[in-house]
Structures are given as C-alpha cells and as structure tokens.
C-alpha cells in the first residue's frame, strides 16, 4: 500500500450550463512533506462545507488502481493525479478489500474511513461529461472519506501501512452498496455497530430500520 500523489486545490469558478460555480474539485499534485490538519490538507480547502468538508470529510483519497479501469471505459488518455478530485491518490486499498473504520498510517499521520464517496454534479464538470457522477456510483469505484486521528506530514512515495481493522469487517463497497443498491435491514443494524462511520451515513441507516 502506497501513497502515490498529494492533490490540493482552493475554490474558483468555473461555468456550467450557462451559470457560474463554485468548485475545488480541479486539484493539482504537490510535492511533500505536505501536512494534514484536522478538517484538510494544507493548500486545499472545501467549497461547499455543506456537503463536503468536516471532520469525518476532512480528505478524500481514490485508489490508483482505478485509473486504467476508466481510462479503458471512457476512451481517454489523459488523466492526471487527482483527476476525480481525490487529495491522496492510493495504491492498495480498494473498496472492495478495506473495511470502513479501518486506521492506517501515512507518514506522520493517522487516518481513519468513515464512509464512500457519494459525487456530486462538479464531477461531471471535472470530467468533462454531464453523465459521469452517475456511471461512477453505478461502478462502485467510489473512493473514500477518512478522518485525521493524529495530525502530521505526509509526502508522496509513503507507504501505507494497516494500524487497527475494524471488528464489524464491512468494505467500504458493502457499505455503499447497501445504503443505494441493495438495502437490508439486518445489515444496516451491522453497519450501525462501526463507530467510526459518518454521522449523515449513520442517519440513512437508521432511517432503513424504520
């Protein structure tokens, strides 16, 4: 498991069906040491802190593995790091191997999963298609949230190393896959016993039991 690139970007406007918006999705590799706070990363910083941001969304990491896969899919070439947003581009932890409330170590920090990634329409505006946001959800290549247990630096070329695996064992797309694809209340009971998962996250599973 490996740290392959640290992404960051600020707000800017960008236009969209004739209107403008306010995005930080457009994020741009940065050499390390580079540190990571409690709510971001230096040099990145949220748009819209109702939807994104906080602490259980301070950084958003999407695994390497991925970009052959869509590259492949969409008949394009010209993907770079961080082109679906990500702040940590990663090698080795893909959905359907790493447990929600998992902890690893990246250099000096410490990070804990809290929950899938759910896009919004600026993916659509990042790639260029106004269908994306939806392909991505269907795929299950969502990525993921994690939240800073220990501050610290962190530089690309890190390795990435396991700390605690979280009891309940549910893959991050167990968890999206039962919140939008196939709900289950016994599930959703189990998913609810991982304390390290998203307070919205832990309010739809709720809302299934009753």
Not at 52 to 75: F, I, M, N, R, S
Not at 174 to 197: K, M, S, T, V
Request: aromatic share 10%.
């Amino acid at each position: 498991m490996k740290l392959l690139s640290i992404n960051v970007g600020i707000p800017r406007e960008v236009e969209d069906k004739g209107r403008l918006v306010t995005t930080s999705i457009f994020k741009d590799p940065v050499d390390g040491p580079v540190m990571v706070r409690e709510l971001n990363i230096d040099g990145d910083r949220q748009s819209d802190l109702r939807a994104h941001g906080g602490p259980y969304k301070a950084v958003y990491a999407y695994p390497y593995e991925h970009y052959t896969t869509w590259q492949h899919e969409l008949g394009r070439d010209d993907f770079v790091y961080g082109q679906f947003g990500e702040n940590l581009t990663v090698t080795g932890l893909l959905e359907t191997d790493v447990y929600v409330g998992n902890i690893y170590r990246i250099g000096g920090a410490v990070l804990q999963i809290t929950q899938p990634r759910v896009p919004c329409f600026k993916l659509n505006i990042r790639m260029g298609d106004p269908m994306f946001s939806k392909f991505f959800m269907q795929s299950e290549r969502t990525g993921f949230y994690v939240r800073v247990i220990e501050e610290g630096e962190i530089s690309p070329g890190d390795a990435i190393t396991l700390v605690e695996k979280d009891p309940q064992q549910m893959t991050v797309r167990d968890i999206n896959h039962l919140l939008y694809f196939e709900p289950d209340p016994y599930l959703a009971e189990r998913a609810l016993q991982i304390e390290a998962l998203s307070p919205g996250w832990r309010g739809s599973f709720e809302e299934m039991l009753v």
